[in-house]
């Protein structure tokens, strides 16, 4: 159910006021967004709270289309006056942009759409009372101080509530709600060697507190095990570098596939307009439907539907409606994310609905929705894919992540690398890095573990426009199996 | 009414130990281009407020931190009430110390002062000609210029009154050859746009790409690299927000001592005179001459040390490290006396280097010089290895001239240890850097000479 403080705003009259006066101004277009984001934030080190914050973000805007450009203002007034100036001041916007903008604006058609629509929750963090809350961060921080080695612990638990309304003078208007949470736990080893870290591989959810409580994830059971992972990895040898098998657990893969393929079939960077900033993609757009981006075991999706999705919702913030659609098909780039306008100008007919923006203050990009690697159609195991490997290594968690401008060469760390030695597991070994180029990467890929491997992890904090946006997403993944990848030693890349 | 007048009843409303009051009045108007064309463009304000309230509870003193919009008196009040509801009902945070005593700026009760898409005029008339001149001479612009204008009233329940105006701008400009493979960038950091000249920017860019006519291909490798301001200061603003005190102390990152309780303060880290600050009173790079912090990061900043004075803090002295950053509560505890190395929002570097990028180049036999680092991330907090790419433009220097444009690379290395084996530093200019400038622009960093960059891999990226 949406939340009453929100929904007793006075949001249509706003923006009635709003859309009239960009109507009676000669705006072709013209959207209103009322935005609510509530945030909190806990920080525990070594069992005692160190931070807490909860912040309010709450404003309204008002986008236009006049002459063929683009206006936007923004504010924090909700009242019927404010909204109808903020649409006047878009509108001057668009006037001043006009003479710099030789292509008119144009956006593909959406259907009207009325409606309500709430994230899948049990929980909202925020009714949580405070001692239960930092409560259950603590015992999680006292569970994992007691275990042998640990030196240090810290939890950092944020979790959000995003409210939005939309409204555009085609007719569409929606509400929404939509619920997340993140939980990091870390324990952290000092010792003659220097100190070492072992963080928690839980993922990001588009769930409520009952993520921390036992439903879709195990705390407990995981931190009960990390300081066992930390003192292995204290003990373990420097891995030897050069290229090795490389099988994949989905709390490390998601991330490759954010930022080498999520990143990558943006249309936005594809056509230039993120090329100052987050960059461009080597994935252009005369490569669509040729390009070979991977193996023929490689099926990507994009979706704003999956359940507990962090980019999952009703409607995207031009209120076209969530829908999925395949990006790249047995290895072959076959779609892209598009907004309104890309939409239009690349002749697609339709948006697919991937437009977002972090708060009122913001214009909407064009961002990512859900992109997930498909499991296999066959029950293969995580045991599986070990088996089929030699000599090579085995990568859980995430950690360090950097990939370039053309989304081509990317480097990534991970929490623990496990040695496979003839198929099975042989203790974990420590400062290694894998390094690819993202269609070598994908190109040997072999295998993708069954649905049982299939995880949905994501990120709350993944950043792209100018000014800076910041979006949370999921991609869900297998485990993977991938040949000869070339592995790095981090301790003897800096070493000298 | 004025916010001050909003800050004032909602403190004499508030009850329990202590009450800290964060009001940020904000505006800011941006343009930004692609393929010579304006495409987003908006003008945004925003008013909001952090309150930090104090409670007793059992076993000691807990926090309360709220942030929200404020459109009028009543907003602040409530935010008060709930943030003291919050602390009430929370647990006793770390380190309490007391709020910091009355101090009252004249400026105190002085209204926001606010910008507009106007400030951007002479911008947006320059991109017109830029345009019409990319477009004759075959080439794309990229770019993004934005002006903000933050007033900030902080005030405590122990009489601090406090305001400070920080207005920043930044203006980024990319011109890339068709086939989008010969790429240039430069950036400006300004504080009202007076100073830009979009003319003479184009210009400079125009030159960079020129550059670029010429394509050469390099393999991975150590080289010879001069590293351009904006290069140099990303990599020091990482090294700056690595300067926790609690950490080394507790071994936990770079700086840490040989033993636990121990950190390296004192130790040489460059065999040149290098010197780093902080320094809020920096005439062309200012930032609010007191502490303000709505929520506190661990070991970096506290909220009890709002409205607390700030000044220079000396990180780096004569190429040795100087300080680290402290709370007041973590200050105290290590022995520390005298100033609050607190870390102002800008950073300056100077290691008494007089040559400027043209004359370094001049005095290279090969080497290459970059234009700008980017998606930097950390690799090992231990040594503070890092890793990235290079972007917009890596030269090929020869015998003194630049002679090309080579592929990227991506490097893997860290700044502590850049600092050790660094050559030479030219002339400290203020800069924009370009990987963190979201969220840092004032800075004024040399170039830097190394003799052996590890550029680990070539990216087939452009």
């Known amino acids: 159910m949406l939340d009453e403080t929100f929904t007793g705003l006075p949001l249509a009259a706003l923006a009635d006021a709003a859309l009239s006066r960009a109507r009676e101004l000669g705006a072709s277009h013209a959207d209103v967004r009322i935005e609510r984001h509530l945030t909190g934030r806990r920080d525990v080190r070594d069992s005692r709270l160190e931070s807490s914050s909860d912040d309010t973000d709450l404003g309204i805007s008002v986008r236009v289309v006049h002459d063929g450009s683009w206006g936007f203002a923004a504010g924090i007034t909700l009242t019927t006056q404010a909204a109808a100036d903020l649409a006047a001041q878009a509108v001057l916007i668009a006037k001043v942009s006009a003479p710099?903008?030789?292509?008119?604006?144009?956006?593909?058609?959406?259907?009207?759409?009325?409606?309500?629509?709430?994230?899948?929750?049990?929980?909202?963090?925020?009714?949580?009372?405070?001692?239960d809350r930092v409560g259950r961060l603590v015992q999680l921080s006292d569970a994992l101080k007691r275990q042998s080695g640990v030196e240090h612990t810290s939890v950092a638990c944020m979790y959000v509530q995003e409210n939005k309304f939309f409204a555009n003078l085609e007719g569409t208007q929606t509400s929404q709600q939509r619920v997340r949470i993140q939980a990091d736990v870390e324990a952290v080893a000092v010792t003659d060697d220097g100190f070492f870290t072992m963080r928690t591989v839980a993922p990001p959810v588009g769930r409520g507190w009952e993520h921390l409580t036992g439903e879709g994830w195990d705390y407990d059971a995981e931190v009960a095990e990390l300081g066992t992972h930390l003192a292995e990895l204290v003990a373990a040898p420097g891995v030897e570098p050069g290229r090795k098998d490389l099988v994949i657990s989905p709390t490390n893969l998601w991330l490759t596939i954010h930022e080498s393929v999520a990143h990558g079939t943006e249309l936005d960077r594809a056509l230039g307009y993120e090329a100052a900033y987050a960059g461009t993609s080597f994935a252009t757009f005369d490569k669509l439907g040729s390009l070979a981006y991977g193996s023929p075991v490689m099926n990507v999706t994009g979706d704003r539907v999956t359940e507990h999705g962090l980019s999952t919702v009703g409607w995207d913030d031009e209120g076209v409606a969530a829908q999925s659609f395949d990006i790249i098909r047995e290895g072959t780039l076959v779609g892209y994310q598009l907004n309104r306008q890309m939409a239009q100008e690349k002749g697609f007919g339709r948006s697919n609905g991937c437009a977002f923006a972090d708060s009122a203050g913001h214009i909407p990009l064009q961002r990512m929705p859900n992109v997930s690697l498909r499991a296999s159609s066959e029950p293969t195991t995580v045991d599986d894919l070990i088996g089929a490997v030699d000599d090579g290594l085995y990568v859980v968690g995430d950690k360090s992540w950097s990939i370039d401008m053309q989304r081509y060469n990317f480097q990534f760390t991970g929490q623990r690398f496990y040695r496979i030695k003839n198929g099975r597991l042989a203790g974990q070994v420590k400062d290694a890095a894998y390094q690819a180029t993202t269609t070598d990467f994908w190109g040997s890929m072999e295998a993708v573990g069954g649905a049982s491997t299939w995880l949905l992890h994501g990120a709350f904090n993944c950043g792209k426009g100018q000014p800076g946006q910041v979006a949370a997403v999921s991609h869900g993944a297998p485990t993977a199996l991938f040949r000869q990848v070339n592995v790095l030693n981090t301790d003897q890349e800096g070493g000298r | 009414m004025s916010v001050t007048t909003w800050i004032d009843e909602a403190l004499a409303g508030a009850s329990g130990h202590g009450t800290v009051v964060i009001v940020h009045d904000s505006t800011q108007a941006n343009l930004r281009w692609a393929n010579n064309a304006l495409t987003t463009n908006g003008q945004m304000h925003a008013r909001s407020a952090s309150v930090i309230a104090l409670a007793d509870?059992?076993?000691?003193?807990?926090?309360?931190?709220?942030?929200?919009?404020?459109?009028?008196?009543?907003?602040?009040?409530?935010?008060?009430?709930?943030?003291?509801?919050?602390?009430?009902?929370?647990?006793?945070?770390?380190?309490?110390?007391?709020?910091?005593?009355?101090?009252?700026?004249?400026?105190?009760?002085?209204?926001?002062?606010?910008?507009?898409?106007?400030?951007?005029?002479?911008?947006?008339?320059?991109?017109?000609?830029?345009?019409?001149?990319?477009?004759?001479?075959?080439?794309?612009?990229?770019?993004?210029?934005?002006?903000?204008a933050t007033t900030t009233w902080l005030a405590t329940s122990t009489g601090v009154r406090r305001r400070s105006v920080n207005r920043g701008g930044t203006l980024e400009l990319n011109a890339k050859h068709p086939d989008m493979i010969g790429s240039?960038?430069?950036?400006?950091?300004?504080?009202?746009?007076?100073?830009?000249?979009?003319?003479?920017?184009?210009?400079?860019?125009?030159?960079?790409?020129?550059?670029?006519?010429?394509?050469?291909?390099?393999?991975?490798?150590?080289?010879?690299?001069?590293?351009?301001?904006?290069?140099?200061?990303?990599?020091?603003?990482?090294?700056?927000?690595?300067?926790?005190?609690?950490?080394?102390?507790?071994?936990?990152?770079?700086?840490?001592?040989?033993?636990?309780?121990?950190?390296?303060?004192?130790?040489?880290?460059?065999?040149?005179?290098?010197?780093?600050?902080?320094?809020?009173?920096?005439?062309?790079?200012?930032?609010?001459?007191?502490?303000?912090?709505?929520?506190?990061?661990?070991?970096?900043?506290?909220?009890?040390?709002?409205?607390?004075?700030?000044?220079?803090?000396?990180?780096?002295?004569?190429?040795?490290?100087?300080?680290?950053?402290?709370?007041?509560?973590?200050?105290?505890?290590?022995?520390?006396?005298?100033?609050?190395?607190?870390?102002?929002?800008?950073?300056?570097?100077?290691?008494g280097g007089d040559a400027s990028i043209d004359e370094m180049v001049a005095s290279t036999k090969r080497g290459l010089l970059l234009t700008c680092l980017w998606y930097i991330r950390e690799v090992d907090p231990q040594t503070l290895l890092l890793t990235g790419l290079t972007r917009d433009g890596v030269y090929l220097v020869e015998d003194g001239e630049v002679v090309g444009m080579v592929n990227n690379f991506r490097w893997n290395e860290s700044p502590v240890d850049l600092l050790r084996r660094a050559s030479e530093f030219g002339r400290s200019e203020v800069v924009l850097c370009r990987e963190w400038n979201d969220w840092f622009t004032k800075t004024r960093m040399p170039p830097m000479r190394v003799p052996d960059f590890a550029m680990s891999t070539v990216s087939l990226a452009y």
Not at chain 2, 306 to 313: A, E, K, P, S, Y
């Open chain 2, 57 to 148: 509870v059992e076993g000691g003193i807990a926090t309360g931190c709220l942030s929200g919009p404020v459109t009028q008196a009543s907003d602040l009040a409530d935010l008060v009430r709930r943030a003291s509801e919050l602390a009430s009902a929370s647990v006793p945070g770390e380190d309490p110390v007391d709020l910091v005593g009355a101090v009252v700026d004249a400026d105190y009760t002085a209204g926001p002062e606010p910008t507009s898409i106007e400030v951007l005029a002479d911008v947006a008339s320059g991109l017109g000609r830029a345009f019409d001149a990319a477009r004759a001479a075959d080439h794309l612009l990229f770019g993004f210029a934005e002006h903000v």
């Open chain 1, 100 to 131: 710099l903008n030789p292509r008119p604006v144009e956006l593909a058609p959406e259907p009207v759409h009325t409606g309500e629509w709430v994230s899948s929750y049990t929980t909202n963090p925020f009714d949580v009372p405070e001692s």
């Open chain 2, 184 to 351: 240039a960038w430069v950036g400006r950091a300004t504080q009202d746009f007076t100073d830009v000249d979009l003319d003479e920017v184009h210009a400079e860019v125009v030159k960079r790409l020129g550059w670029c006519e010429t394509r050469l291909e390099l393999p991975a490798g150590p080289y010879e690299t001069i590293l351009p301001p904006s290069a140099v200061a990303d990599l020091m603003i990482y090294a700056y927000w690595t300067m926790n005190g609690r950490d080394a102390r507790e071994g936990r990152n770079v700086y840490a001592g040989p033993t636990v309780g121990q950190t390296r303060v004192g130790e040489v880290l460059s065999r040149l005179p290098v010197n780093l600050w902080s320094d809020p009173s920096e005439p062309t790079l200012p930032s609010a001459p007191f502490a303000v912090v709505a929520s506190s990061e661990p070991g970096l900043s506290s909220v009890f040390d709002n409205g607390l004075d700030v000044g220079r803090v000396d990180w780096i002295t004569e190429g040795r490290l100087a300080s680290l950053v402290e709370t007041r509560a973590e200050w105290a505890k290590s022995g520390g006396s005298g100033s609050l190395p607190f870390p102002t929002d800008n950073l300056l570097c100077d290691a």
